[in-house]
Antibody
Framework: QVHLQESGPGLVKPSETLSLTCTVS????????WSWIRQPPGKGLEWIGY???????KYNPSLKSRVAMSVDMSSNQISLTLRSLTAADTASYYC?????????WGQGVLVIVSS | QYVLTQPSSVSGTPGQRVTISCSGS????????VYWYQQLPGMAPKTVIY???QRPSGVPDRFSGSKSGNSASLTISGLRSDDEADYHC???????????FGGGTKVTVL
């Protein structure tokens, strides 16, 4: 059973950069796709992007200019960076195993963008 | 806003069968697998159906998925109070070359 655990700040100021980490246990990140999805309060799911363990990534065009993902195989972790935050980025952020469909999800982390 | 179309809500009484529809197009559901995610209040999504009709271990067989043409559906048989949740459908879109979601369906147990 694959277990994913997100970690990161719950409160970030506008214009700052968000950095989240997803720690994977029960399997290696190597040779697989990993995704980030977010969900604004009371709304549906929004795909942020996915990354292969080699580092090849694809991002949502609406976020592409502000987002970056990386893989750390030594720590078995996936990372998400989102720059120039606004209130519209307030959401629960989830990491998940897969690219187009997800078998396993992390528990998520609520990120509030506010001064 | 959402590429896939789901009803905003469905309801049923305990023991009933409810079906949630998910409508797409030839570029997504018509050519790719469909996934269904259950999201209990305040919790993270959980996969209840993958690859159209496959149930992960631990998901009761009361949950079933099907796909026909450009549409898919999730059926919950023997509805229980703890099935009350939001259910999201998802698929891959060949034109967008990205995953796409429905807006979610709230299931209420009366």
């Amino acid at each position: 059973q694959v277990h994913l655990q997100e970690s990161g700040p719950g409160l970030v100021k506008p214009s700052e950069t968000l950095s989240l980490t997803c720690t994977v246990s029960g399997d290696s990140v190597s040779g697989k796709y990993w995704s980030w999805i977010r969900q604004p309060p009371g709304k549906g799911l929004e795909w942020i992007g996915y990354i292969f363990s080699s580092g090849t990534a694809k991002y949502n065009p609406s976020l592409k200019s502000r987002v970056a993902m990386s893989v750390d195989m030594s720590s078995n972790q996936i990372s998400l960076t989102l720059r120039s935050l606004t209130a519209a980025d307030t959401a629960s952020y989830y990491c998940a195993f897969g690219s187009g469909g997800y078998r396993y999800w992390g528990q998520g982390v609520l990120v509030i963008v506010s001064s | 806003q959402y590429v896939l179309t789901q009803p905003s809500s469905v309801s049923g009484t305990p023991g009933q069968r409810v079906t949630i529809s998910c409508s797409g197009s030839t570029s997504n559901i018509g050519s790719s697998n469909v996934y269904w995610y259950q999201q209990l209040p305040g919790m993270a999504p959980k996969t209840v159906i993958y690859r159209n009709d496959q149930r992960p271990s631990g998901v009761p067989d009361r949950f079933s998925g099907s796909k026909s043409g450009n549409s898919a559906s999730l059926t919950i048989s023997g509805l229980r109070s703890d099935d009350e949740a939001d259910y999201h459908c998802a698929s891959w879109d060949d034109t967008l070359t990205s995953p796409v979601f429905g807006g979610g369906t709230k299931v209420t147990v009366l």
